[in-house]
């Protein structure tokens, strides 16, 4: 392609609210375009990267013995209220109309479509396994779409989903796919950490998320540098601090003005933190957005809450939850603002963490302003309905599986796997006849890969100051011929003749032919982030040329056909 | 692909809302299923097959210099409302609103974005001309969805826009795109005709159809076997009559008791149907739905009116006109349901059709019950607001061009293109800079391409009683397979080794190794339709097997070797 051709429009500067090098980048080089917020479009050469992610999840995919399909965006609410996720889903299920009043879903996700598929098609178990998948536009209305396509409105998703007859078949097929998933970021040039997950609105048993490590990243993950542990914070199980070995003492009223918060308390009465438990207030919604119950959540005093453990504890979607008005929720339940403990606590759903029971003699609320309670003990002072590991692994925390202090690291999820097992065959009715004509639940696993997300995430990965550098696999062209000065005729000769033989030889090659200054055009290369570049300039007479990888500081001056060569050598190597 | 792996369900009874053959064939085959009224998915070959119409459509418009964009589906209200499309597209427009509350359309067709795009992006001439084009989802809300992909709410869609400095080079970009989509339908093996068409609700001066021709298209056409004359019905200009060479008579009224029909008034009065004229009575409505305004509009009483030339006469969207309630429209303007005549009528916008005030002496309504007038001249005894031609072109009507005698047909329209002009850069305000430094308006085209919809219009043509016949360049598959007994192992390793031999020359072969009875594996592969298929059954400890052509009736044994090389030689030769 020539660039003088080319609908291509860089800028200097983007909006203020691109903040992150990908968004900025890919505003940048004009590959991408905002629209409205968190709503995408992409200009020729970003589409030219989207299409060969979308083409190397191909392979990958069928290479594994995936079947590409293609459903619809618009889905009939009928599908989503039969599994139960018309409510589950939130705010974030973009709903509509059509003109007859009849309600629909943009598909953020397609389980309910694929089970449908397969619970009218699938019989007999001779048709099982089997694993359809699709690349195609989702949605989700974000209350706060971010950082250009890391978490955008309308992108697009590979989500593939495997049915097996049973555990073992899932167990076979989640490991295909996560191993496909592997070859697939790696072919993408990302670096990449996959980790346990939560399985949050898609639900499931097991999931791994596929984390692209960035300092941009919107996700936490904790893992272990001593084994192997790796799982998102929502996720990672903790440990608890042991039971300690202490009689219980009396409970005891203390005078404790203004000391609302753990540290002032703890400061106040001269104990550690971990000595302490703190309270946090919550009311939960029904489908119909009224209000139907308040949760008092307990940790030890330097804990964090972890929403995520919460929810999954209470059983209830993440969007069906909030922080309660204190003074509302008081009057109902007897807690009191900044002094809530869990004695004298009533009519409300009291979840303790884990490690709570094994500790003794604790300092928490009493329920009574400007007053604390000391020695309260779990059992003898208070029950709670709910006891479970709702603490969030900080850094430093002993490693759940040996117990050395973990890590924390941001990344991107570019991926997340998830072994369904029987939820959606469950309840939409998706079975078979076995050997022994008895029906069986079909076992589901899913698999999704953001791929306007990866694209981003690559970007984040592959950048410096001037600009994209872009592996080759999934560079929007491999090479650039930059003809310093394009009315010179041996220049141009040279270059048209280069462009010629790349062309021939399969490579995808864009022609700098503007009448720009050469520095415009340098930038321009770099900006782009075009694995090879090759100089056309005053060595053309003597049949040189300057080649040049964006991804290293050297140029070399090569004879014009040793130059074709190596470069064809490349990016045959890489792509 | 071995069809044992593959997830294919073919049926034998289909819906009874499936009429027409390509709706049946494609669900009896198990190519596309319907999620819901209008919304179909693609299951593994279907989906094939709509991407190598889409390879096919996206090597030609890159070979026209075409660059490929992706833009949302979801589209901004505010886009709309500056093109004046947001009301003027009507109903069928699939309108949404996001959690905050604001407006948003699926898009239909993508003008407004484009424009945008290029009005950001274009500052000189110097840029263009520039021609974008994407492949992608779009919306209508249909209130009658039917024939399955023929008319859906979701569909795949090319659309394209240029961009140029004049309408000289519109004219070039639209001869571009209409000799690319003669090669597009071509490769696709359609007979199809370019014929005039309206613009409709994307506008613009000049439009042509490209019209697969069909028994059950919902396009129907004009054409003349004399000259090349060929165009919609709805667009189609017709030749007025002679103006009559006649004295104007006095005016007289007579009682014509229930004559409510042109036909009823002529046999009673004992005069032929083109000495009368007829009405028809409308209400208007404006953008938030209120009535406001009527129309009559009259033409000569055997002539047909024709809606689009009425609204285009009236210079309002289709959707804001409907057939009036004659009682209410009587109080405010005077006429009345069946004996309606210009004569007498007020409050309301008389259109004649533009042949009336040549004809002398016509016998029309007397806008009183039981009585016609006649001998009504148009000067003399009425006027209209609007003359124009709103007559639709009837089979042996005179040609419009040469005056033969014109025929009707039925089409699918897969394609249309469209002169815009500067319909959308007047409106949006998309200017460039010419040489001289002044603004000038830049000139648009758009060519839309219904991806989906051509799949049908394919099968529709391409099918016979036992299935679908593909031609070699859409085929999910180019060849099968079918092996009589897959257990006798010489049939088997035979396959086999065609099957590979086959897959290393690059031909997409599918290998039907179920354990099936042959006579099912033959019904499947005629029903499926795939191009060449190779029965490897008693003659194989022989060496040989037969060899078909889904498109012919004879079969012939050949050598595998010499079998294996027709197919080879066929298949790259039409694909």
């Given at each position: 392609?020539?660039?003088?051709?080319?609908?291509?429009?860089?800028?200097?500067?983007?909006?203020?609210?691109?903040?992150?090098?990908?968004?900025?980048?890919?505003?940048?080089?004009?590959?991408?375009?905002?629209?409205?917020?968190?709503?995408?479009?992409?200009?020729?050469?970003?589409?030219?990267?989207?299409?060969?992610?979308?083409?190397?999840?191909?392979?990958?995919?069928?290479?594994?013995?995936?079947?590409?399909?293609?459903?619809?965006?618009?889905?009939?609410?009928?599908?989503?209220?039969?599994?139960?996720?018309?409510?589950?889903?939130?705010?974030?299920?973009?709903?509509?109309?059509?003109?007859?009043?009849?309600?629909?879903?943009?598909?953020?996700?397609?389980?309910?479509?694929?089970?449908?598929?397969?619970?009218?098609?699938?019989?007999?178990?001779?048709?099982?396994?089997?694993?359809?998948?699709?690349?195609?536009?989702?949605?989700?209305?974000?209350?706060?779409?971010?950082?250009?396509?890391?978490?955008?409105?309308?992108?697009?998703?590979?989500?593939?989903?495997?049915?097996?007859?049973?555990?073992?078949?899932?167990?076979?097929?989640?490991?295909?796919?996560?191993?496909?998933?592997?070859?697939?970021?790696?072919?993408?040039?990302?670096?990449?950490?996959?980790?346990?997950?939560?399985?949050?609105?898609?639900?499931?048993?097991?999931?791994?998320?596929?984390?692209?490590?960035?300092?941009?990243?919107?996700?936490?993950?904790?893992?272990?540098?001593?084994?192997?542990?790796?799982?998102?914070?929502?996720?990672?199980?903790?440990?608890?601090?042991?039971?300690?070995?202490?009689?219980?003492?009396?409970?005891?009223?203390?005078?404790?003005?203004?000391?609302?918060?753990?540290?002032?308390?703890?400061?106040?009465?001269?104990?550690?933190?971990?000595?302490?438990?703190?309270?946090?207030?919550?009311?939960?919604?029904?489908?119909?957005?009224?209000?139907?119950?308040?949760?008092?959540?307990?940790?030890?005093?330097?804990?964090?809450?972890?929403?995520?453990?919460?929810?999954?504890?209470?059983?209830?979607?993440?969007?069906?939850?909030?922080?309660?008005?204190?003074?509302?929720?008081?009057?109902?339940?007897?807690?009191?603002?900044?002094?809530?403990?869990?004695?004298?606590?009533?009519?409300?759903?009291?979840?303790?963490?884990?490690?709570?029971?094994?500790?003794?003699?604790?300092?928490?609320g009493a329920c009574k302003v400007?007053?604390?309670?000391?020695?309260?003990?779990?059992?003898?002072?208070?029950?709670?309905?709910?006891?479970?590991?709702?603490?969030?692994?900080?850094?430093?925390?002993?490693?759940?599986?040996c117990g050395a202090p973990v890590?924390?690291?941001?990344?991107?999820?570019?991926?997340?796997?998830?072994?369904?097992?029987?939820?959606?065959?469950?309840?939409?009715?998706?079975?078979?006849?076995?050997?022994?004509?008895?029906?069986?639940?079909?076992?589901?696993?899913?698999?999704?890969?953001?791929?306007?997300?990866?694209?981003?995430?690559?970007?984040?990965?592959?950048?410096?100051?001037?600009?994209?550098?872009?592996?080759?696999?999934?560079?929007?062209?491999?090479?650039?011929?930059?003809?310093?000065?394009?009315?010179?005729?041996?220049?141009?000769?040279?270059?048209?003749?280069?462009?010629?033989?790349?062309?021939?030889?399969?490579?995808?090659?864009?022609?700098?032919?503007?009448?720009?200054?050469?520095?415009?055009?340098?930038?321009?290369?770099?900006?782009?982030?075009?694995?090879?570049?090759?100089?056309?300039?005053?060595?053309?007479?003597?049949?040189?040329?300057?080649?040049?990888?964006?991804?290293d500081a050297e140029k070399e001056?090569?004879?014009?056909?040793?130059?074709?060569?190596?470069?064809?050598?490349?990016?045959?190597?890489?792509?």
């Amino acid at each position: 392609m020539r660039l003088s051709k080319m609908h291509l429009r860089t800028l200097r500067e983007v909006p203020n609210e691109a903040e992150i090098p990908s968004h900025i980048l890919l505003l940048r080089t004009g590959m991408i375009r905002k629209l409205v917020s968190g709503v995408y479009g992409f200009m020729p050469l970003g589409w030219r990267s989207v299409r060969k992610i979308e083409e190397i999840i191909r392979e990958e995919m069928d290479r594994a013995g995936g079947q590409e399909i293609h459903m619809s965006a618009v889905q009939p609410a009928e599908l989503w209220q039969e599994s139960g996720r018309w409510f589950a889903y939130g705010p974030e299920l973009w709903r509509l109309k059509d003109r007859n009043g009849r309600d629909f879903c943009l598909g953020p996700t397609h389980e309910e479509i694929f089970t449908d598929i397969i619970r009218s098609d699938v019989s007999s178990y001779r048709q099982l396994p089997v694993n359809l998948y699709q690349i195609q536009t989702k949605y989700r209305d974000e209350a706060r779409p971010r950082f250009g396509l890391m978490r955008s409105r309308e992108f697009i998703m590979k989500d593939a989903y495997s049915f097996d007859r049973d555990q073992e078949g899932l167990d076979k097929s989640y490991q295909e796919m996560y191993d496909t998933y592997e070859r697939i970021f790696t072919r993408c040039g990302l670096t990449f950490r996959p980790v346990e997950a939560d399985t949050g609105a898609i639900g499931g048993s097991n999931s791994h998320e596929f984390t692209a490590l960035s300092e941009v990243g919107e996700s936490e993950i904790a893992y272990c540098e001593a084994c192997d542990m790796a799982a998102t914070v929502e996720r990672a199980a903790c440990v608890d601090a042991p039971a300690t070995e202490e009689a219980e003492l009396p409970r005891e009223e203390v005078h404790t003005p203004g000391t609302k918060t753990i540290e002032e308390v703890a400061d106040f009465l001269g104990i550690p933190q971990t000595k302490t438990m703190k309270a946090l207030l919550f009311v939960t919604y029904d489908e119909e957005g009224k209000e139907n119950g308040y949760v008092a959540a307990f940790v030890r005093g330097d804990r964090e809450l972890n929403m995520t453990k919460l929810v999954n504890a209470l059983g209830i979607p993440e969007h069906s939850i909030e922080f309660a008005d204190e003074e509302k929720m008081g009057a109902a339940t007897g807690c009191v603002g900044g002094f809530t403990g869990p004695v004298g606590l009533h009519d409300c759903t009291i979840v303790a963490d884990s490690e709570l029971p094994g500790l003794k003699n604790l300092c928490a609320g009493a329920c009574k302003v400007d007053y604390h309670m000391k020695n309260v003990n779990y059992g003898r002072d208070y029950k709670a309905d709910i006891v479970t590991d709702i603490k969030t692994l900080k850094e430093g925390d002993p490693c759940p599986v040996c117990g050395a202090p973990v890590k924390h690291a941001r990344g991107i999820e570019v991926g997340q796997v998830f072994k369904l097992g029987t939820k959606y065959s469950e309840s939409m009715g998706a079975i078979y006849k076995d050997e022994n004509q008895k029906d069986q639940l079909i076992v589901m696993g899913c698999y999704g890969i953001g791929v306007t997300r990866t694209l981003a995430a690559i970007v984040e990965q592959h950048h410096d100051e001037n600009g994209i550098i872009w592996p080759v696999s999934v560079a929007p062209y491999h090479a650039i011929i930059t003809v310093m000065k394009p009315e010179d005729e041996v220049q141009a000769q040279t270059a048209e003749r280069i462009y010629k033989e790349l062309m021939d030889a399969g490579v995808e090659v864009l022609l700098d032919d503007r009448k720009e200054r050469p520095g415009v055009k340098f930038k321009d290369a770099d900006l782009l982030g075009i694995p090879v570049r090759l100089t056309v300039g005053r060595g053309a007479p003597e049949g040189k040329i300057e080649y040049k990888l964006r991804r290293d500081a050297e140029k070399e001056e090569l004879s014009v056909d040793e130059g074709i060569a190596r470069a064809i050598r490349l990016i045959n190597s890489e792509k």
